[in-house]
């Protein structure tokens, strides 16, 4: 159960998104992937692209506009 | 005092309509209804893009230039616009709406933050962008605004073959984006 971590603070969109869908194939079943953005649409796409996969995801708002989308692989 | 914002912000209604982003559909449900409104009271389509032509313009003759010999504004039309200035145009309270408006949004949802810039290849990527942009909208006659939503809205076919040409662009874009930023 490892836990990985991926900076895209100061990143538009889709960067994140393209970014997370890179780096979870490098994640075995269980990891932990902890993205950190400050672009509020990123903040919708990559949850929604992580649930769609079947992953857990929680969205925490770390402070004003920064959030950290913290994706479970399934 | 800190007490009634933390209530504030725990609120359901101040959560469902400032905090939560819109759905894409209460999106464009309300943007159909403005666009609707807009056309109603001014006779004008919206659009963004042109106007930002029109600022150049002011900006050049603001340093002595003159465009009345440029093809683009030669119409007796875009002359009178121009003559008018930018106090009474339209489309400058428009465009100055979309920054304000996104600004207290994001002030409401407490989400404003200075960002930083990573690198200069963001700087190069967005002036490069902002210009393709600009002049790919005036050579189209319009931006994803005047040309597309707009267009689409008034069952304009042009709409339609915009679209297949942004898409066509955005697709090239990506893989730029995907080559020089990944």
Known sequence: MAEYELDCMGEACPLPLMKAEK?????????????????????????????????????DEVDDGEWDVIIEKA | MKKVW?????????????????????????LSITQIALFAYSGNPWGVS??????????????????????????????????????????????????????????????FKWKKIKSVKQIVAAVLGGLLMGYGARLAGGCNIGALFSGIASLSLSGWVFAVFLLAGAWIGSKLLAKFFM
């Open chain 1, 23 to 59: 780096k979870i194939k490098d994640l075995a079943s269980g990891d932990v992937l902890i993205v950190h953005i400050d672009h509020s649409c990123a903040m919708k796409n990559v949850p929604e692209w992580a649930r769609s996969q079947g992953h857990n995801v929680e969205v």
């Open chain 2, 6 to 30: 933390e209530n504030i912000s725990k609120n359901r209604y101040y959560k469902m309509v400032f905090k939560n982003p819109f759905t894409y559909i209460t999106g464009a449900v309300l």
């Open chain 2, 50 to 111: 042109g106007t930002l032509a029109n600022w150049g313009a002011w900006i050049y003759e603001l340093f002595g230039g003159s465009v009345e010999k440029w093809y683009y504004f030669s119409s007796s039309g875009a002359q009178a616009t121009l003559n008018a200035g930018i106090l009474n145009h339209s489309g400058t309270m428009l465009n100055v709406g979309i920054v304000g408006g996104a600004l207290l949004a994001t002030l409401l949802a407490s989400q």
